[in-house]
């Protein structure tokens, strides 16, 4: 049965993401009576589908191990990504505070991190780093939530094995050498002999990694702090009096509910993906799917903007873009699938309908996403040979030995003996395709692109495949049978959003906060300016603005009448 939702709370929390999460817990932990609701049943927002990668520079998890990032080379890097479009004070905020942020997540909330090594993605730019500034969850044991388990949304099944196996960066080796080494293959056994037993007693993983092992460390944390996520419950109104947030409309089951606050609201609702006047209105209508939830339709932008909030819509680029392909759903219909590091193989290209290439498959998936939506009918082709595809399996389609039949009968991935057979088939000139694949043959056995430079630059190279050479991203297309997926250009969120302080404050258009009103993860616009220079850029600022912003209220007073 639903608990009862309060009449009031020191602070009502609005979306159960990692920002809303993490701002929930931090106000907890300063003693305050945090309510917080969630419109979807499920809780862990659009981190529950990703990576779980911090963007966080100077982080005391890799600094710990290396040569700390040298002071202020991280600002210099998104001064260059964003230009005149940086808000220079809010970055700089992030980047004293990020560190510190992830420190206390560390220590009170019981996160558990590892520092990869992940290179930011644009090598020319001036205060580029190989590596240090990004870190990842840690795998965690679902089995601690118990029964709240059942309250966390599930990854993506495309980005999952065997029907919902997740698997972190470290397991892909030992996965995808089980034939070749005994070692990987008992690792690969130990994984998989978890998975199923898992399915068997809780009937979903419970190893959870990436993105689910974040939020499921966060709902665990917010838990523990006596602070239970109400679901299902929608944001409807800002209550403004004098000025000031004293708290908000809510819904739930179709009936309406005051809650009134004495120290404020923390809008955390996921942007505005799904706010299909809001995408028009920015030039995205028509543009392809948004893999974030479905409940993202701008609840919070949409209410703060309505009692005077200001909305920032100058920014390099209103949406991350990411490669996606559709993949057939059981029931019908089709789901995205992100397209981040197939195309970055050897083995791999892309074209468009005339046949050729137009980029380095290996570019980032932001940069490479709009170029696509630029392609005749906004579509192109990925292209894979037998060699490439039976090692590192291609979009939805898993490697050797996963069976990928379905995808086959279903037509999500293309088979054909030559060349010229895909071409037909999928409607691509067959003379430019013939022209394009020689020419990168030509050059492919010395690791070259003269072209586009696949592979060309460090971070290419990172998500290129390690230990082939002479280049990590550069084979022959070659061994027939030849592979291919139709790709489109998606989104994996919003980087529009509301005005903020260094604070998490909404701003008026005359830059005065709202007081008692503040805004977190995407529900705030791009502490990045709208670009997207390295690896966890989202996360890195949510969690950090969470925390500050659970901070702020904490040492606030109460409203006045409280």
Same mark, same amino acid.
């Given at each position: 049965?639903?608990?009862?939702?309060?009449?009031?709370?020191?602070?009502?929390?609005?979306?159960?993401?990692?920002?809303?999460?993490?701002?929930?817990?931090?106000?907890?932990?300063?003693?305050?009576?945090?309510?917080?609701?969630?419109?979807?049943?499920?809780?862990?927002?659009?981190?529950?589908?990703?990576?779980?990668?911090?963007?966080?520079?100077?982080?005391?998890?890799?600094?710990?191990?290396?040569?700390?990032?040298?002071?202020?080379?991280?600002?210099?890097?998104?001064?260059?990504?964003?230009?005149?479009?940086?808000?220079?004070?809010?970055?700089?905020?992030?980047?004293? %505070?990020?560190?510190?942020?992830?420190?206390?997540?560390?220590?009170?909330?019981?996160?558990?991190?590892?520092?990869?090594?992940?290179?930011?993605?644009?090598?020319?730019?001036?205060?580029?780093?190989?590596?240090?500034?990004?870190?990842?969850?840690?795998?965690?044991?679902?089995?601690?939530?118990?029964?709240?388990?059942?309250?966390?949304?599930?990854?993506?099944?495309?980005?999952?094995?065997?029907?919902?196996?997740?698997?972190?960066?470290?397991?892909?080796?030992?996965?995808?050498?089980?034939?070749?080494?005994?070692?990987?293959?008992?690792?690969?056994?130990?994984?998989?002999?978890?998975?199923?037993?898992?399915?068997?007693?809780?009937?979903?993983?419970?190893?959870?990694?990436?993105?689910? $092992?974040?939020?499921?460390?966060?709902?665990?944390?917010?838990?523990?702090?006596?602070?239970?996520?109400?679901?299902?419950?929608?944001?409807?109104?800002?209550?403004?009096?004098?000025?000031?947030?004293?708290?908000?409309?809510?819904?739930?089951?179709?009936?309406?509910?005051?809650?009134?606050?004495?120290?404020?609201?923390?809008?955390?609702?996921?942007?505005?993906?799904?706010?299909?006047?809001?995408?028009?209105?920015?030039?995205?209508?028509?543009?392809?799917?948004?893999? $974030?939830?479905?409940?993202?339709?701008?609840?919070?932008?949409?209410?703060?903007?309505?009692?005077?909030?200001?909305?920032?819509?100058?920014?390099?680029?209103?949406?991350?873009?990411?490669?996606?392909?559709?993949?057939?759903?059981?029931?019908?219909?089709?789901?995205?699938?992100?397209?981040?590091?197939?195309?970055?193989?050897?083995?791999?290209?892309?074209?468009?309908?005339?046949?050729?290439?137009?980029?380095?498959?290996?570019?980032?998936?932001?940069?490479?996403?709009?170029?696509?939506?630029?392609?005749?009918?906004?579509?192109?082709?990925?292209?894979?040979?037998?060699?490439?595809?039976?090692?590192?399996?291609?979009? $939805?389609?898993?490697?050797?030995?996963?069976?990928?039949?379905?995808?086959?009968?279903?037509?999500?991935?293309?088979?054909?003996?030559?060349?010229?057979?895909? $071409?037909?088939?999928?409607?691509?000139?067959?003379?430019?395709?013939?022209?394009?694949?020689?020419?990168?043959?030509?050059?492919?056995?010395?690791?070259?692109?003269?072209?586009?430079?696949?592979?060309?630059?460090?971070?290419?190279?990172?998500?290129?495949?390690?230990?082939?050479?002479?280049?990590?991203?550069?084979?022959?297309?070659?061994?027939?049978?030849?592979?291919?997926?139709?790709?489109?250009?998606?989104?994996?969120?919003?980087?529009?959003?509301?005005?903020?302080?260094?604070?998490?404050?909404?701003?008026?258009?005359?830059?005065?906060?709202? %007081?008692?009103?503040?805004?977190?993860?995407?529900?705030?616009?791009?502490?990045?300016?709208?670009?997207?220079?390295?690896?966890?850029?989202?996360?890195?600022?949510?969690?950090?603005?969470?925390?500050?912003?659970?901070?702020?209220?904490?040492?606030?007073?109460?409203?006045?009448?409280?």
């Amino acid at each position: 049965m639903d608990r009862p939702l309060p009449d009031a709370c020191d602070v009502l929390v609005v979306g159960a993401g990692a920002g809303g999460m993490a701002a929930a817990f931090t106000a907890a932990v300063g003693g305050l009576d945090v309510c917080l609701i969630e419109k979807e049943p499920v809780v862990g927002g659009s981190t529950a589908l990703s990576g779980g990668v911090i963007w966080a520079p100077g982080n005391s998890i890799f600094a710990g191990k290396r040569e700390a990032d040298p002071a202020g080379s991280a600002l210099t890097y998104l001064r260059a990504e964003a230009g005149n479009r940086l808000d220079e004070a809010l970055a700089a905020r992030f980047l004293a %505070e990020a560190p510190r942020a992830i420190d206390f997540l560390v220590a009170q909330a019981g996160l558990r991190l590892v520092a990869p090594v992940y290179p930011d993605y644009h090598p020319d730019k001036a205060g580029w780093s190989a590596g240090g500034r990004a870190v990842r969850p840690a795998p965690f044991d679902g089995r601690r939530l118990g029964n709240d388990l059942a309250l966390l949304r599930q990854p993506l099944p495309s980005m999952t094995l065997l029907g919902g196996m997740m698997v972190s960066a470290e397991d892909i080796v030992p996965l995808s050498q089980a034939t070749r080494s005994p070692g990987a293959a008992l690792v690969a056994a130990r994984l998989v002999g978890r998975y199923a037993a898992d399915r068997l007693r809780h009937g979903r993983a419970t190893r959870l990694t990436n993105g689910n $092992a974040l939020v499921g460390a966060l709902l665990h944390a917010v838990l523990t702090r006596g602070v239970r996520p109400h679901t299902g419950t929608t944001l409807r109104e800002i209550l403004l009096e004098g000025g000031r947030v004293m708290g908000a409309v809510v819904a739930r089951d179709g009936a309406t509910h005051r809650v009134r606050t004495r120290r404020g609201v923390v809008l955390a609702t996921g942007g505005v993906p799904h706010d299909e006047a809001l995408r028009a209105d920015l030039g995205l209508a028509g543009a392809g799917p948004s893999l $974030a939830p479905a409940g993202s339709t701008g609840d919070g932008v949409r209410a703060a903007r309505l009692v005077g909030g200001a909305f920032r819509g100058a920014v390099a680029s209103p949406v991350a873009w990411v490669p996606v392909s559709d993949v057939p759903s059981p029931g019908g219909g089709t789901t995205p699938h992100p397209h981040f590091f197939d195309r970055s193989k050897p083995g791999f290209i892309i074209v468009d309908r005339s046949g050729r290439r137009f980029a380095s498959e290996a570019l980032s998936y932001h940069d490479l996403g709009p170029l696509i939506a630029q392609r005749a009918g906004g579509e192109a082709f990925l292209i894979g040979d037998a060699p490439a595809v039976r090692r590192h399996g291609i979009g $939805a389609a898993r490697p050797w030995p996963a069976p990928n039949g379905g995808l086959l009968r279903a037509g999500y991935l293309v088979r054909e003996a030559t060349p010229q057979a895909l $071409a037909q088939r999928l409607g691509i000139d067959p003379d430019g395709f013939a022209g394009t694949l020689a020419e990168w043959n030509r050059h492919a056995p010395s690791g070259e692109d003269p072209a586009f430079g696949k592979g060309s630059d460090a971070y290419q190279r990172h998500i290129g495949e390690t230990g082939h050479h002479p280049n990590p991203c550069v084979a022959p297309v070659a061994g027939p049978p030849f592979f291919a997926i139709r790709l489109r250009a998606g989104d994996i969120g919003t980087f529009v959003g509301l005005r903020t302080n260094h604070d998490a404050q909404v701003l008026r258009a005359d830059g005065t906060p709202i %007081e008692g009103l503040h805004a977190v993860g995407n529900d705030m616009a791009s502490v990045m300016g709208g670009t997207y220079p390295g690896p966890g850029i989202t996360l890195g600022p949510a969690l950090t603005f969470g925390v500050l912003a659970g901070e702020f209220l904490a040492a606030s007073p109460r409203s006045g009448g409280w």
